[in-house]
């Protein structure tokens, strides 16, 4: 079997405040204690390990992907319809990056940060 993707860590100063922000973007979450949970799209096998750390030390990180520091930069989440995915959930969550294309990679994306500034992307192959 190829190796595929399982889980990807989130580290998070609040979990409570995480897990409220991934379900009103329409994650399903599963609290495994009070400092952890799994949060999963609809549809996949692989999920976000979200976890509460003391450590409050951060790095800035924005739509310029070439200019941020080293490490792991985001997750992209893919959607049938960027532009709808934000009208659902912009009055909910504040997004740093409307939709917008790109058109050297095909992409339609949005992006939001979760209450400890984690960068999520909303995603739309518009090439097929």
């Known amino acids: 079997m190829p190796p595929t993707v399982d889980n990807i860590g989130i580290a ?9 922000f991934y379900e009103q973007l ?5 609290r495994y204690s009070s400092e952890e949970a799994a949060v999963r799209p609809a549809s996949e ?20 992907l070439f200019d941020n520091p ?8 893919r959607v049938d319809d960027v532009d709808q995915t934000y009208r659902n959930r912009k009055d909910d969550v504040e997004f740093f990056l409307e939709p917008t294309t790109d058109e050297d990679w095909g992409l339609r994306m949005a992006g939001v940060r979760d209450p400890s500034g984690n960068v999520l992307y909303f995603i739309e192959h518009q090439n097929g």
């Open 70 to 77: 080293v490490g792991i930069d985001h997750v992209s989440v």
């Open 12 to 20: 998070v100063t609040d979990l409570d405040a995480a897990v409220s």
């Open 26 to 30: 329409g994650f399903e979450v599963e």
């Open 45 to 64: 096998s692989a999920y976000l390990y979200v976890f509460e750390t003391d450590n409050e030390t951060t790095t800035h990180r924005d739509a310029e």
